[in-house]
């Protein structure tokens, strides 16, 4: 079955620094989500991504965060200044149909802020 | 604001019994999904039930809705250890179609 891919697996990084989170998406699809998971505690939605553009967006993903599909293969999500709470695994994933089929998941991109 | 909360938090069983998890949500939907995550790894689409269904099967997995109460649950028949996880289920908001949002999981741990 084809993979959603994300890179690095890990990523540690400073206060303050910028982070680029890398997701290759099913070749054929149209939507384009992150999300993101706080040791233990529940996946929330961050961003969906169709049509070249945001279709929709969370109270966390504010300013500092950004996302791109800069080829039409690779779809990034770059925090621009990560703080300590920005610590978290990050999920991309995608789907053909949106929310109304099944998502497809990368296995993810775990984010140390020190 | 919560769209799915799974009920209970986290359940422990021995190999070979059944496994029932459920889950609330508040809005009207057109579809609830089922997801399950190993420890540390990425969520995995189990099962898609649609507003105009009531019950659906795959394998060892049942799920029911019921729109009126707005909950649904999953079964998981004859346990195995592999089916340690934690279990989510997702739902998109009627006033969005661009957003599934999970609930806050149950951690099952099925003891050998």
């Known amino acids: 079955e084809p993979e959603v891919t994300q890179t690095p697996s890990h990523q540690v990084t400073q206060m303050g620094q910028e982070v680029i989170l890398r997701c290759v998406p099913i070749?054929?699809?149209?939507?384009f989500y992150w999300y993101r998971q706080i040791l233990g505690q529940k996946v929330e939605f961050l961003v969906s991504f169709y049509n070249n553009e945001i279709s929709e967006k969370s109270e966390i993903f504010d300013d500092q965060f950004s996302v791109e599909r800069p080829d039409g293969s690779n779809f990034t999500l770059k925090i621009r200044s990560t703080k300590l709470e920005d610590s978290a695994m990050y999920f991309c994933?995608?789907?053909?149909?949106?929310?109304?089929?099944?998502?497809?998941f990368g296995s993810g991109t775990q984010l140390s802020v020190l | 604001s919560q769209q799915g909360e799974e009920d209970p938090q986290a359940l422990s069983i021995q190999e070979g019994e059944n496994a029932t998890m459920n889950c609330s949500y508040k809005t009207s939907i057109n579809n609830l999904q089922w997801y399950r995550q190993n420890s540390g790894r990425g969520l995995v689409h189990l099962i898609l039930i649609r507003s105009n269904e009531r019950e659906k099967h795959s394998g060892r997995l049942r799920v029911t809705l019921d729109t009126s109460k707005k909950s649904s649950s999953l079964l998981i028949t004859a346990s195995r250890a592999a089916d340690t996880a934690s279990y989510f289920c997702a739902t998109p908001t009627m006033d969005s179609s661009y957003k599934l949002i999970f609930g806050s999981g149950t951690r099952l741990l099925v003891r050998p």
């Open positions: 994933a995608s789907t053909s149909f949106g929310v109304n089929e099944k998502l497809f």
């Open positions: 070749s054929n699809h149209l939507y």
